[in-house]
Structures are given as C-alpha cells and as structure tokens.
C-alpha cells in the first residue's frame, strides 16, 4: 500500500498526467498545421474554417461566425499570437486548431505567426478552463511563443503548453 509521504511524491505526476490527457481533447492531429502559407487572415480563417468542417460537425457557417466575432474585437495578442473563435457555440465539440505560419501576416494591427482557432462546443469541457489558462501563460512569454512556432507536431506543442504547468495542483 501507498502511504503519504509516497502519495505526495507521485502526485504531481499523476496531476500532470491527468491534465496533460484532459489537454490532449481539445486537439486534433489533423488540425495542426505547420509552416502554413497565407497571405491573409481571411483566406486563411476560410480554408482553416473548411478544414475543420471535414473533421468535425459544425452547425452553419464557421467562417462567418469568426469573422462577426471579430468585429467586436481583436483577437490578436502580442508577441505574434492570435486566437480567433466564434462568438458562440458551433458545434457538439470544443476543438482547438494550431497553425503556424511559415510567414507573419497582419492581422488586425499587429502581426501574428501562431493562430490558436478555438471552436467552441456545446460539451463545454472541464479542460476549457486549463486551456484558457495555459494559453495565458504562453501569451506572455515571447520565448515560449518562439519555441512554439518551432514545434513540428502536435504533441510538441501541447508538451510546450504543458511546460512547468502549476495548473490543478
């Protein structure tokens, strides 16, 4: 049997763990995309919108509700970060695109490279609160943002979103 003094010891694996599974939800492999070639934010968010359409469900047209999110305000951050997302739900399941541009493009006013397009579903998952927290963390470090347009796949990144987490302890 474990006693507590091992119970403390492995905890914070088994936290890590658990949040690192829970993390790995909201993403899809066939929605990361790497060194993607855009010229803009429109042709990008409308083949990005229609990519996603092929994998999951989606309820109406994903394109336009971005763009009427957009309108009330940016979704650009600094350090060369955007996270454009509906206004509402459009869909059964929350899912997170990454792409990363082989090239800055303007976005609103300020330049992005690395676009986190959230779709927000009616499942509304426990693990949407730690996302947005993780995503807070990186939008304040340049570095890790650097480090992330370097990630060649999917589990980089989320690995790199996961990087010295203090979430659930």
Request: proline share 3%.
């Amino acid at each position: 049997f474990l006693n507590s003094k091992d119970i403390k010891s492995i905890k914070p694996y088994l936290v890590e763990r658990k949040l690192s599974e829970r993390i790995k939800e909201l993403f899809d492999e066939k929605l990361f995309f790497k060194d993607y070639e855009a010229t803009n934010k429109e042709s990008l968010l409308k083949d990005i919108s229609s990519k996603i359409k092929e994998e999951i469900d989606v309820y109406g047209d994903l394109y336009s509700a971005i763009m009427e999110r957009k309108f009330l305000a940016p979704t650009e951050f600094e350090n060369l970060v955007a996270i454009p997302h509906p206004l509402h739900i459009v869909s059964k399941k929350t899912v997170v695109s990454v792409i990363s541009l082989k090239e800055k493009i303007v976005w609103h006013k300020k330049e992005v490279q690395l676009i986190i397009l959230l779709v927000l579903g009616s499942d509304e998952p426990e693990e949407l609160q730690d996302f947005y927290q993780l995503m807070g963390d990186l939008l304040t470090e340049k570095l890790t943002v650097d480090r992330a347009l370097k990630c060649k796949d999917l589990n980089g990144f989320i690995d790199l979103l996961l990087e010295g987490s203090e979430i659930g302890d």
